[in-house]
């Protein structure tokens, strides 16, 4: 079983103490997943990741809200 790197809240990879925050962080990264039908940060290798989410958050969050719009923004019927 291949570890999930993009799963993992920030403060987790910054090996941080967390709480159940980071899980219900890892559950919207699944739901995004989901309605975007994308794999996050596809092609990015691990450490690449690591370094977005864990030093850089706010650039990380405009990251996925900008991938979400435009998922929503075709003009094709569907939805992504």
Known sequence: VALLIYLL??????????????DVYSFGVVLWEM?????PFKG??????????????NFYRKFMAK???????????KFC
């Open 35 to 39: 309605i975007t039908r994308e794999e």
């Open 44 to 57: 990015m290798p691990p450490f690449q990741v690591i370094l977005l989410v864990g030093t850089q958050v």
């Open 67 to 77: 991938k979400g719009n435009a998922c929503r923004s075709r003009t094709d019927n």
């Open 9 to 22: 809240a920030p403060e987790v990879l910054r090996r941080n103490r967390y709480t159940v925050k980071a």
